[in-house]
């Protein structure tokens, strides 16, 4: 019985990766030049030579090393600490958690773009009544 350790499937992380990203075949073929295909069929590789591979890693945002070391249980392990450090009050956090309501945010920049079209509009009649007095003093 072998105790050697089952080589990790390079091309199954890649593809957990860049569907934890949120990314497409298409937008990583995309990013690094190739077709949907290319990536489709290096997905489905064990291996992969290290030049492709640093491209993919760019194009992904990560390095080299988490794609080879990459496993559902160290990802898994890091949100969890990430979620755990963010509720702890700021305390063990990067920094404040700022959070707002996104329609709030559209609203108010509505109300602030409404209120200098009203004063782009009484400056331009301003404009055109002393334009008009000019006009009736010749």
Do not use: C
Request: hydrophobic residues 40%.
């Amino acid at each position: 019985m072998s105790t050697t350790a089952k080589p990790k499937h390079i091309g199954r992380n890649i593809s957990r990766i860049r569907e934890l990203k949120g990314m497409k075949q298409e937008a990583l073929a995309i990013a690094i030049g190739v077709s949907q295909q290319w990536v489709s069929n290096i997905e489905s590789s064990e291996t992969l030579d290290q030049e492709r591979l640093l491209k993919i890693a760019k194009a992904l945002g990560v390095t080299v090393e988490a794609i080879e070391n990459f496993s559902e249980e160290s990802v898994f392990n890091f949100f969890n600490n990430f979620y755990d450090n963010s509720a702890s009050n700021g305390q063990g956090a990067s920094g404040p958690i700022f959070t707002f309501n996104p329609l709030d945010k559209m609203v108010e920049l509505y109300e602030r773009l409404v209120e200098a079209e009203k004063e782009l509009v009484k400056a331009e009649k301003e404009k055109v009544e002393y334009l008009e007095k000019l006009l009736k003093k010749q």
